[in-house]
């Protein structure tokens, strides 16, 4: 029993880093259709920027977890910018392929300049470092952190999206694009403003791994990008909750797993939850079913 | 009248068949005479297997519109049922015998995922395909018979010259006749309106099932060649990054066209021999590649045309007749 809640909150902690990264894919998704697979990726640079920060400049961890959000943002709004604006009349497989070519720019041109080999993160200190005691189990501070900065950066995330007039642009646009430029809404920047947020959420997501797993490389994107695509399918794409909950699902279901049958298979039974959802309710688990119109 | 058209047919199949024949015996005469040495030998091969997987790929994407990231998965099965067959057989008929089972075994599953994942679209077949690679790589990984993350080495090696020819002519032959078809015909129209095409009383799983077995298929066979010539796989041979070379060279070379597709093999083969020591360096500009490409000429470099000899004799008319004019 005390195993199983020791599973179940490793679980809690590797679910928010992929409904983190989900909430960007989701995002995207609801708003130009895109699977954005450079996403990954800036995650993978917000986790660099965390470690060239904690390492080489000494700052503390909240100051490089902004500053790693800060950085995302603006690499994810020139990504936009540069790559798939000039597409936007483009077919969806057009899009979809720069955004692959993309990913492997990033991959590859961090590879180049940072060298492929794996880095760690310095040990936290302070309070970070110690274990909080719950009856009979002890949980590392690391995990509470993890969750709580999760829990506000979605909190903060349903505020913008729901209270704000920018968020209110961005629920038009994703509804329908034509119409929402007729009410006079620049959708421009509405769409940057969607990959300004997601890649925020994404770059703190990045620092949030490398502090939780220590180990850092230019290729550790590509495989918690495919199932944080997979968490944000299985919510329903499209939809911010639904996100949430497909990240929590589908870490706590991997941790579990790899505790109980075989950590060798997780990824398989990640990526067999996918084609298993698409095949049975491709709208997702909070997602409507919309009729095809010819 | 209607002689002279069937001559002028049958002189143009002649000429194609004398040009394949040509290009077959003067690499031949080459290697025979050593300026084809070994080291060219494997750009050789290197270039003949990805004509015969970027051919494949294009039948599914550029020719029937379905988006598949899952073609390193196939040619993984091809390799590794080649690859056990012919180390228990180490003879010609058992390299036969291995290359026919993987292809088949890979069709086989190509059909099995084919079936359900086709009635999805766009990019969700894409991320199922891609999915559905991982999954075959992840279960090669931990398979005790495919030796896990060390892979299998020592395979007999029997592929050379003709036997990459035979394939690679064969493979492209097989496709252009299949999409001169009806069935191809009906493969390209549900490219281009998958509603239309159903309204007119084509069933569009079928066909779609129909070419992603045969991409499948051809995707086997390149992996069998593969295993055979360089004689040691793993499971990190076939991961999503060859998917990507695949689709790189079908959209470099244009979807819809298999000329292109066989241009861009040749030349992808060449940058990565000539930038091998950076590895690194060429995914970058690979990506590039992908990038300027999708932006400037998202039609590829040959679009949907086909290079042909018509194409080329009128290129040579028109150069003839300006030289006439001066």
């Known amino acids: ?294 | 009248m209607k002689k002279l058209a069937e001559t002028m047919r049958n002189t143009k199949s002649w000429t194609k068949l004398l040009l394949l024949v040509l290009t077959y015996v003067i690499i031949q005469l080459l290697i025979l005479f050593g300026i084809i040495q070994d080291f060219q030998q494997i750009t050789l091969t290197t270039i003949c297997i990805n004509i015969i997987l970027a051919v494949s790929l294009n039948l599914i994407t550029g020719f029937t519109g379905q988006f598949s990231l899952g073609h390193a998965g196939f040619m993984s099965i091809g390799a590794y049922t080649c690859a056990l067959i012919t180390m228990r057989m180490p003879t010609i008929p058992g390299f036969i015998l291995g290359l026919v089972a993987g292809a088949v075994a890979a069709a086989v599953v190509g059909i099995l995922v084919g079936l359900p994942t086709l009635r999805l679209r766009g990019d969700y077949l894409a991320i199922a395909t891609l999915g559905m690679s991982e999954i075959i790589r992840i279960v090669f990984l931990n398979l005790n018979i495919t030796n896990g993350a060390a892979g299998l080495s020592g395979i007999p090696q029997f592929v050379n010259w003709p036997w990459l020819f035979v394939f690679t002519a064969g493979t492209i032959l097989l496709i252009v006749n299949f999409l001169k078809s009806s069935h191809g015909r009906a493969c390209i129209s549900i490219r281009e309106d998958e509603i239309a095409a159903e309204a007119m009383g084509i069933n569009t799983t079928k066909y779609k099932v129909t070419a992603f077995a045969i991409g499948a298929f051809c995707a086997g066979i390149a992996g069998a060649l593969y295993a055979s010539y360089f004689f040691f796989i793993k499971p990190t041979t076939f991961n999503f990054q060859k998917s990507v070379d695949v689709l790189v060279m079908v959209v470099l070379g244009g979807m819809g066209s298999v000329s292109g597709s066989v241009l861009a093999a040749i030349l992808l083969a060449l940058i990565s021999t000539f930038l091998q020591s950076f590895s690194e360096l060429r995914m970058v500009i690979y990506s590039l590649i992908l990038i300027i490409i999708m932006i400037f000429r998202p039609q590829g470099l040959m679009g949907s045309k086909e290079l042909s000899l018509s194409m080329l004799s009128k290129l040579g008319s028109k150069f003839s007749f300006r030289k006439g004019r001066v």
Not at chain 1, 10 to 38: D, R
Not at chain 1, 162 to 191: C, F, P, W, Y
């Open chain 1, 1 to 294: 029993m005390e195993q199983f809640l020791h599973q179940i909150i490793n679980g809690i902690s590797l679910g928010s880093i992929y409904a983190l990264v989900a909430l960007g894919y989701t995002m995207v998704y609801g708003i130009i259709k895109l699977i954005n697979f450079a996403h990954c990726d800036i995650y993978m640079i917000g986790a660099y920027v965390g470690y060239f920060c904690m390492t080489f400049l000494g700052i503390g961890f909240v100051p490089s977890l902004l500053a790693a959000m800060a950085v995302c943002t603006v690499l994810g709004v020139t990504i936009e910018k540069i790559a798939y604006k000039p597409l936007r009349n483009a077919t969806r497989i057009a899009v979809l392929i720069t955004a692959i070519g993309v990913s492997l720019f990033l991959e590859y041109g961090t590879m180049f300049f940072v060298k492929a080999q794996v880095r760690s993160y310095p040990p936290l200190t302070g309070l970070l470092a110690k274990t909080l005691q719950l009856g009979n189990i002890s949980v590392p501070m690391l995990q509470v952190l993890i969750l709580a900065i999760t829990i506000i950066l979605m909190l903060l995330l349903q505020f913008v999206v729901n209270k704000t007039k920018i968020g209110k642009a961005m629920r038009a646009v994703s509804m329908d694009q034509d119409a929402a430029e007729l009410m006079g809404i620049n959708v421009d920047t509405t769409i940057s403003f969607t990959f300004a947020l997601g890649s925020a959420l994404a770059g703190a997501a990045g620092i949030l791994v490398g502090v939780y797993y220590n180990s850092i490389n230019p290729l550790m994107g590509v495989l918690p990008g495919l199932k944080s695509f997979v968490a944000a399918v299985f919510g329903g794409i499209g939809i911010i909750p639904g996100a949430m909950i497909g990240g929590y699902i589908i870490g706590i279901v991997e941790v579990l797993i790899s505790g109980y049958i075989n950590s060798m298979y997780r990824d398989a039974f990640v990526f067999a939850i996918l084609i298993l959802i698409l095949i049975l309710k491709p709208a997702g688990l909070l997602g409507k079913n919309t009729r095809e119109k010819v």
